[in-house]
């Protein structure tokens, strides 16, 4: 499975953004998507997760503010962003995992908020 993520850029603090994620390959197996941030000297974090029945997970930092859904094949993932803040500055990774519990990950895409 490879992923491509996009839709990072740069926004003002208060604006809003939308992340996608296309997964091409074999995602029948596929049982989980989602999206986790890295800031630099901090550790990845989960951000959002999803899994095929469409059940959501959020980390503290996103709830309230972004939402994840996917299309009902398991090939796009998607996070919208609202009410940026400068804290949500980082390199978003988009990750599928499968029924074996397999891990897949994009290349990442740059989230930078401004104050």
């Known amino acids: 499975v490879q992923l491509q993520a996009s839709g990072g850029g740069v926004v003002q603090a208060g604006g809003s953004l939308r992340l996608s994620c296309v997964a091409s390959?074999?995602?029948?197996?596929?049982?989980?998507m989602g999206w986790y941030r890295q800031s630099p000297g901090k550790e990845r974090e989960l951000v959002a997760s999803?899994?095929?029945?469409?059940?959501?997970n959020y980390g503290d930092s996103a709830k309230g503010r972004f939402t994840i859904s996917r299309d009902n094949y398991k090939t796009t993932v998607y996070l919208q962003m609202n009410s940026l803040e400068p804290e949500d500055t980082a390199v978003y990774y988009c990750?599928?995992?499968?029924?074996?519990?397999?891990?897949?990950w994009g290349r990442g895409t740059l989230v930078t908020v401004s104050s």
């Open positions: 990750n599928f995992r499968d029924y074996y519990s397999q891990a897949y």
């Open positions: 390959g074999n995602v029948v197996s596929i049982t989980l």
């Open positions: 999803i899994t095929a029945r469409g059940a959501t």
